[in-house]
Nanobody
């Protein structure tokens, strides 16, 4: 199973970005999908995750600015990031809890995409 993330880049404060992450490979089903981030010198933290039923869990620091969504037909999770701030600068990693075709659960990570918010 591979997770491929994209959509990062350099933006100015107040601008928007949309991250995407698609899972591929030996997938029978996917439970939760989510986004984490790690800023320089800091630990990786949860940004938001979403269950198959659409229930979301969102960090307080991004409430009202970021929206997580998923497209199960495409095994893809999105993170719409609005009103970006310099403190949102980090490497963003996607994560998925996947049931493989071998009927084993696994926790998989994407390669990370860099988001830089700077004027």
């Amino acid at each position: 199973v591979q997770l491929q993330a994209s959509g990062g880049g350099l933006v100015q404060p107040g601008e928007s970005l949309r991250l995407s992450c698609t899972a591929s490979g030996s997938i029978f089903g996917i439970n939760s999908m989510g986004w984490y981030r790690q800023a320089p010198g800091k630990q990786r933290e949860l940004v938001a995750d979403i269950t198959t039923g659409g229930r979301t869990n969102v960090a307080d620091s991004i409430k009202g600015r970021f929206t997580i969504s998923r497209d199960d037909a495409r095994n893809t999770v999105y993170l719409q990031m609005n009103s970006l701030k310099p403190e949102d600068t980090a490497v963003y990693y996607c994560n998925a809890a996947v049931l493989t075709k071998g009927l084993r659960w696994g926790d998989f990570w994407g390669q990370g995409t860099l988001v830089t918010v700077s004027s």
